[in-house]
């Protein structure tokens, strides 16, 4: 489930990136996503999957909750 997830996800930003209303990319909620999805899921090598416990950032740096970007 935690892999459809991550491809999902991938997808729409993917999809936010090639669309022909760049506006969407700065909404902020598209950003948090991004950056949670950049914090959990790895691309290289494909499929997406979750990345290990080394490859994530420290918990301080993590997004803990996307209501709530700046709280760790």
Do not use: F
């Given at each position: 489930m935690a892999n459809q997830i991550g491809t999902d996800g991938a997808l729409l930003l993917?999809?936010?990136d090639t669309a022909?209303?760049?506006?969407?990319?700065?909404?902020?909620a598209v950003k948090t996503l991004r950056?949670?999805?950049?914090?959990h899921y790895t691309t290289i090598?494909?499929?997406i999957g979750w990345q290990t416990i080394a490859e994530m950032p420290s918990a301080a740096d993590q997004i803990v909750s996307p209501y709530d970007p700046d709280g760790r």
């Amino acid at each position: 489930m935690a892999n459809q997830i991550g491809t999902d996800g991938a997808l729409l930003l993917a999809q936010i990136d090639t669309a022909a209303e760049p506006w969407l990319a700065e909404i902020p909620a598209v950003k948090t996503l991004r950056a949670v999805w950049a914090d959990h899921y790895t691309t290289i090598p494909e499929p997406i999957g979750w990345q290990t416990i080394a490859e994530m950032p420290s918990a301080a740096d993590q997004i803990v909750s996307p209501y709530d970007p700046d709280g760790r």
